[in-house]
Nanobody
Framework: QARLVESGGGLVQAGGSLRLSCAAS????????MAWFRQAPGKEREFVAA????????HYADSVKGRFTISRDNSKGMMYLQMNTLKPEDTAVYYC?????????????????WGQGTQVTVSS
């Protein structure tokens, strides 16, 4: 299993930006599909973005496409989520997750490892 630790959350005004980071403690980091999910109060956990092990392929939820950018640095065991033009509806706890394989990447239950989450709050 990979131990995942998120950081970078906080409070920001609508239209602002935040950059989330996820540190993974695993030497085979580059073999894992990595993803960001989020969960707002009273709602189910939802897919935000995923990136393939090589870093060459990404997939975004329609709600964040064009505003968020997922990236990774395999040499450092790090994954990032650059969030621009933030909206109040982006307010949630954001989690990073890891799994083997690219298929079923939208399904939270398909991921093996999860971080503890970081709170993002966007004020209007």
């Amino acid at each position: 299993q990979a131990r995942l630790v998120e950081s970078g959350g906080g409070l920001v005004q609508a239209g602002g930006s935040l950059r989330l980071s996820c540190a993974a403690s695993r030497r085979t980091f580059s073999t894992y599909t990595m993803a960001w999910f989020r969960q707002a109060p009273g709602k189910e956990r939802e897919f935000v973005a995923a990136i393939r092990g090589s870093g060459g392929t990404m997939h975004y939820a329609d709600s964040v496409k064009g505003r968020f950018t997922i990236s990774r640095d395999n040499s450092k065991g790090m994954m990032y989520l650059q969030m621009n033009t933030l909206k109040p509806e982006d307010t949630a706890v954001y989690y990073c997750a890891a799994r083997i394989g690219w298929g079923e990447r939208l399904l939270a239950e398909s991921y093996d490892d999860w971080g503890q989450g970081t709170q993002v709050t966007v004020s209007s």
